[in-house]
């Protein structure tokens, strides 16, 4: 898979590297990060009986802190200057080569706060941070993060 980039966690990936890939203006300024991985986040009992008895019980919750910053973007006037968010562009890649998406329920013991699950407007000069669910079946392991926009190559992170 090519990639925009490939990155340790903790390192940032800034939106203008974009321009160097495909030789034209940055379209948006900012950074996304992973900050971290940690897996079994949340005891056994409270898992959805719907992905519980999808994944026959055999999994577990890890979470991924990220932070994205937007300093600003190619708007026109009359227009305000944001860009939309979503925990949705974030997936984890497996050991097999499949994929893990986000979850989007929330339980009480999940890391707070959570990354916006739904579309969210980030104003420019704002960052956001927070955490996002994942259920991992077991015997999986996470090889990397992949951060996907529409239009984009995607970034990766690895911790190494």
């Known amino acids: 898979m090519r990639l925009a980039g490939d990155l340790e ?3 940032s990936y800034n939106f203008n590297r974009d ?9 948006s300024q900012g950074n996304a990060t992973v900050l971290e991985y ?3 986040i949340a005891r056994a009992e409270q898992k959805p009986t719907e992905l519980h008895d999808f994944l026959h019980g055999k999994y577990s919750w890890a979470s991924l802190k990220v932070r994205i910053c937007y300093d600003g973007g190619t708007v026109d006037e009359e227009n305000e200057d944001t860009t939309s968010i979503s925990a949705w562009r974030w997936v984890l890649e497996l050991s097999d080569g499949s994929i893990a998406s986000p979850f989007d329920d ?3 013991s999940f890391p707070k706060p959570l990354y916006p699950t739904d579309e969210e407007d980030l104003h ?3 960052c956001r941070t927070g955490y996002i669910i994942f259920a991992v079946p077991d015997g999986q392991r996470v090889t990397r993060v992949l ?3 529409e239009g984009y190559l995607p970034v990766a992170w690895t911790d190494r």
């Open 38 to 40: 940690r897996s079994k």
């Open 124 to 126: 420019a000069g704002a």
């Open 147 to 149: 951060y996907a926009r």
């Open 106 to 108: 929330e339980l009480s």
């Open 19 to 27: 321009s160097e890939i495909d030789h034209t203006m940055p379209e």
């Open 9 to 11: 966690f903790g390192k």
